[in-house]
């Protein structure tokens, strides 16, 4: 079996992905997505990896990761470049799977569990998707359904109640967000463009007033309020803070239990993430802006984080991010997979979810789960009672719509 053809697809309609395929002789084809600044993605694809990969056999997909993150590496390239390299082995994977007619969980070792926890990420169908290649957070007009984000900020007890009563038992929301570049500014959330808001002045994180403080808190009371301790709650800090402002943040956290705090800062900086998880007892969660065992390495050798997340596109595809789980649990730290980023990648971090022992939840959105990944894909992953089941279908499990590279504005590239 050979490599033939190596293809991407854009859809305007969402910016921040880029959809990959690994074509073979044999008429198998292997998918993946991978998310934000999708044109550099392709120009890596294109440019660098397919002139590599072409001709060779796709199941050589421990040598192929090899000599792509050899190249990557000696060109200290990481961000385009990894992702590239993290898509392209989740569509090897995708076809190994097809060839032997098991899904990826069993060509990884087979499956520690039959289904995974998943959590709620509270965004909406337009989360993620506002800003040509950024992070928008989609609430300039939430109008649809599963309009989660402006939920948890106006009615975080109903929304609980609503997850609740569909058997999520964790969910993960982000209200200190908007007091980090806007100091005072809690009313005007509605606005919020995070790091993308062309009038953004000064950028904040530096510190949280006791005001800001108090109010950014309100959904965690009212959420508590409304159903007890049958919620887990995460708190996501997207990497805004510095130091003492997390530390103020977490402190006052620690009366909501959550189930942990993620990024609070930027996971760059192993030493301040001690100091913050020395100076809690909320359990510290870091980070899928980490990439490769190299960048997780320091994160573990330091105890700077209780609970891992990998995102298996951003972290260096299935190959890698099974050796970073293994690593993780030499160290006796679960992990939780990251999603938000596509459909494949969803699907990716299932199978890995599924075989990793220290494996504790994959993330999900259940607005991307019902709005948006269905306008994608063929499949869904099956949701039941807060779980996720093993996918069942050979290979990743689902494969893109037929129509998807007709659609209005769609950039299709291929290399043969
Ligand atoms: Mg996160």
Known sequence: MKITRLETIYLPEYPSFLFVAVHTDTGLVGYADTCYMPEAVAGYIHGFAAPM?????????????????EVIAHTVGKGAELRGLSAIDVCLWDIFGQVTGMPIWQLLGGACRDRIRTYNTCGGPSYGKAAKGGTGYGTENPTGKYEDLAAFMERPGELALDLLSEGYTAMKL?????????????DNWRNFRGMFDPNLRSLGGHDITAADLNRALEPFRQIRKAVGDKMEIMVEGHGLWSLPAALKIARAMEEFRPAWLEDLMRADDVHALVELRRGTTCPILASEYLATRYEYRPLLEAQAADIVMIDPTWAGGITECKKICSMAETYKRPVAMHDCTGPFTLYAGIHLAINAPNAIY????????????????????VLEKGHLLAPTKPGIGTTLLPDVRKRAGVVVRESR
């Open 53 to 69: 990969l072409l001709g060779h056999d796709p199941l050589a997909i421990e040598l192929h990761w090899r000599r792509l993150y």
């Open 362 to 381: 994959q993330e999900s959105v259940r607005a991307y789960m019902r709005v948006n990944y269905p306008e994608l894909v063929t499949d869904m992953p």
């Open 174 to 186: 982000w209200p200190f967000d908007y007091v980090a570049h806007y100091p005072g500014g809690w």
